[in-house]
């Protein structure tokens, strides 16, 4: 009862600091009363950050009255003056409370952590979206990439840094010390992207192996007894692990522009790197298999629905999801070549018809949407029990040819994927 009794008095003070700091007073007065707003905010618990999640969503928003006025005045006399009256309007007060929490010296992070909070709790709260909405687009003003710094993490970055690294790797998980030494070595290179508001706190982060050509496995790039390459030898840049570390910036776009800026340093440092590739993951393949491998039959042709139908019989579990096969001890070693034909030729078909739709494999939509070419498909990539899991060892290289990635970015707008012959022999 007491500790319920100290939560309702911290709700009560956070949603007074919330009224004050948007007041005029708070206007004048903004950075002191945003610091006791955070620390209200920072002592609620679970219970009563709900409830002021949805006093932010409730008690925040536009003016019905003044916002059905103002479009009709800008309806009737649509110049400069209107216009700017609609848009003041329209805008929910919520987001000056937030510029306003911004002031505060710990304000950015916090925004952060509470928009991280919030998503949690979005699925349960749908209410909560139009304040979820506020935030990413404050956040993705703040964290525009124009103000970001690239920064390259070496084994001499402080250990802080370093542990931070290690803790949010989340596609090819580090081992320890002796693994991280291994990826910050000359062959390799690791580059974040850094906010002026968050000191030592990378948001997002790429690691680049340097190579002779496109890599087709990834044991070879992150195995810790791996000879390290001579730099007369570097022809290819693989990126083969891009990790966020900030999930309060979810659907904030820096991946793309962290890789077009990695390339471009790549380049400067050294001019004979000639090709630019990912090896990466297939996280989405086999649910979509166990789901049936569904395809838009309308967009394939008489010959790939027939190659497709051929695949799918070949492949038929009787009933066993792709974990249950993998516990009867299926293994890309031992495959036989009718079944490898069909699982490569389902993976190109699923690469190049499902990943435009809305819940195509996350990945590929990435590259793709970046303006890469669907240029290979691995076998026996990733022989981890994680990479047998959702892709049955299977890797993809997206080819990243500089002056091509804006006419292919327009094309994937459009849902059309560019692949290479190799590939399109597959389907």
């Not at 009737?76 to 329209?90: D, G, K, T, Y």
């Not at 124009?146 to 949010?168: C, D, M, R, V, Y």
Request: a positive charge.
């Amino acid at each position: 009862m007491l500790e319920r009794f100290i939560q309702n008095k911290q709700l009560d003070a956070a949603k007074l600091s919330a009224k004050k700091l948007l007041s005029a007073r708070g206007e004048a007065n903004a950075q002191s009363m945003a610091v006791k707003l955070i620390d209200h905010y920072e002592h609620l618990d679970k219970r009563s950050q709900i409830d002021f999640f949805h006093f932010l969503s409730s008690q925040f928003n536009p003016d019905p009255a003044m916002v059905l006025d103002a479009a009709n005045k800008y309806n009737a006399e649509r110049n400069e003056a209107s216009l700017i009256h609609l848009c003041q309007a329209v805008e929910p007060p919520r987001q000056e409370l937030l510029r306003r929490v911004n002031r505060a010296p710990a304000g950015t992070s916090t925004i952060l952590k509470m928009r991280q909070t919030l998503l949690t709790y979005l699925k349960e709260h749908p209410a909560f979206a139009a304040t979820d909405a506020d935030m990413h687009h404050l956040l993705s003003s703040w964290f525009n990439p124009g103000f970001l710094e690239l920064h390259q993490i070496t084994w001499n970055s402080p250990a802080q840094l370093l542990e931070k690294i290690i803790a949010h790797e989340s596609v090819h998980a580090i081992d320890g010390w002796d693994d991280l030494r291994r990826r910050l070595q000359p062959d390799r290179r690791c580059f974040a992207f850094f906010h002026p508001q968050l000191p030592g706190e990378p948001l997002i982060f790429v690691e680049v192996a340097l190579v002779p050509g496109i890599a087709k496995d990834i044991a070879g790039l992150i195995h810790k007894q791996t000879p390290v390459g001579e730099p007369k030898s570097f022809k290819a840049a693989i990126f083969y692990s891009i990790s966020n570390c900030q999930p309060g910036l979810k659907g904030v776009s820096l991946g793309n522009f962290l890789i077009k800026r990695v390339a471009q340093k790549l380049i400067e440092e050294m001019p004979s790197l000639k090709t630019f590739s990912t090896l990466s993951p297939i996280p989405g393949w086999s649910a979509w298999l166990d789901g049936g491998a569904p395809l838009p039959e309308e967009k394939l042709s008489a010959v790939q629905r027939r190659k497709w139908q051929e695949a799918q019989k070949t492949l038929s579990m009787g009933g066993m999801n792709w974990a249950d096969r993998l516990k009867t001890g299926w293994h890309p070693d031992r495959c036989a070549d009718e079944e490898k034909t069909a699982i490569l030729r389902l993976c190109a078909l699923y690469l190049m018809h499902k990943t435009p739709e809305a819940r195509g494999d996350a990945v590929g939509k990435f590259h793709l949407s970046n303006g890469a070419t669907l240029h290979q498909i691995n076998w026996a990539a990733d022989l981890s029990k994680k990479g047998l899991q959702q892709a049955g060892g299977l890797m993809v290289n997206y080819l990243y040819e500089l002056d091509k990635v804006e006419e292919q970015h327009e094309a994937f707008s459009q849902k059309k994927v560019s692949s290479s012959r190799a590939v399109d022999k597959l389907v």
